[in-house]
Structure formats: C-alpha cells, structure tokens
C-alpha cells in the first residue's frame, strides 16, 4: 500500500511541474521570447497544452473574467497541494496504521 500512496504522490508532484513548465511556456509565448514557427517549439507547447488545458478548463468556467489574467494554474497548484497534503497526512496514515 506504501507504494501505490507514493506512486500517487509522486504523480502528483510531476503534474505540479508540468504545471509550472505550461505557465511559464505561455508568458514565453505570449511575449515572443521563443520563435512559434519553430516545430520543436510547437510541439513543446502542443505537449503542454494538452497535458494542463482538460484539468484547467473546468476552473475557468467558473473563474470569473480578470481581463488578461489567468489565475487557473494558481488555483490548480492549490488544489493538487491539497490533494498531495491530504493524502500524505490523513489517508496514509489510515492506511499504514500508524
């Protein structure tokens, strides 16, 4: 059971990353620092995109409208500690009988 509660935290630690990779890409993107006709960059940002946007899109439906701020990744980074926190505390412990 102490492997599958690590694998999970572990997962979620590397989503916590992929996160950060994507926000980062986009403010990079927005601002022109990398070239996007650069396939490898593309695919970098296609990889991205497609790996955050089904897990950020239900919180912008209820996000309301900040202008040109998205705060979603923030909210997600919040979420997933939550998640990692929890499980760490409370469920591995029930778990493990400690």
């Known amino acids: 059971m102490l492997a599958l509660i690590q694998t999970i935290v572990m997962a ?40 955050t946007e089904p897990a950020l899109r239900p919180i912008r439906r209820f996000m309301p409208d900040l202008g040109g701020i998205d705060i979603s990744p923030i909210i997600l980074l919040l979420i997933l500690f939550f ?15 400690a």
């Open 12 to 51: 979620l630690d590397l989503y916590w990353w992929v996160i950060i990779a994507s926000a980062i890409f986009s403010w990079l993107y927005a601002f022109n620092v990398v070239n996007s006709r650069n396939q490898f960059v593309g695919s970098i940002g296609n990889m991205l995109y497609r790996l």
């Open 83 to 97: 998640l990692r926190q929890f499980i760490l505390t409370t469920v591995a412990p029930l778990l493990l009988g």
